[in-house]
């Protein structure tokens, strides 16, 4: 009974076709198993199979999930370090946001002057629009200046490795 029993075993192995070398059916010392995968833990084997193999799999792992997740949006992350166009867009952007903001405020003043029936002479008329200009100006350079800054902080935290100014505005906000 027991010669039956292992004939049976020896025929099944027999039977078994021997794949050609894969990374999954191949255990770390290079001996093919049907069905090993080298992602699946296996804290009761012995032998080979030991903590430090198990680590070794943690890690192939955690590096492949990196690579899929993470070393994407670093990659995007720092090709915006070097594209001027998107710093330049964005500066652009802020500048004309507060020239608008300044251009609707000015429209806004003087319908609130008519309503009420305000009328300033020439002299007053041009000290207003020299003072508006250069508020104006003032504003808008500001805000570009501020949009230049806040990008510059923004390549040194990733260049640092994560975005702690970003977290700390939102922080003190």
Known sequence: MCNLALNTANETAAQT???????????AGG?????YD???????AGGRMSGSDNMAKIH???WEDYRKRFAPVEDMLFSRINDSTYANE?????????????????????REMSRYGVRQTGDQSEASERTFGLKKAAATAGARNATRTAMEDQK???MAGGLSTVAQQRGNG
């Open 17 to 27: 076709p021997v794949p050609e070398s894969t990374p999954s059916s191949i255990s």
């Open 31 to 35: 001996v093919y198993k049907p069905g």
């Open 38 to 44: 080298p992602t699946i833990l296996q804290p009761a």
């Open 60 to 62: 192939r792992a955690q």
């Open 90 to 110: 964005a500066v652009d952007k802020a500048g004309l946001t507060m020239a608008k903001s300044f251009d609707a405020g000015r429209e806004q003043t003087d």
């Open 156 to 158: 040194m935290g990733i």
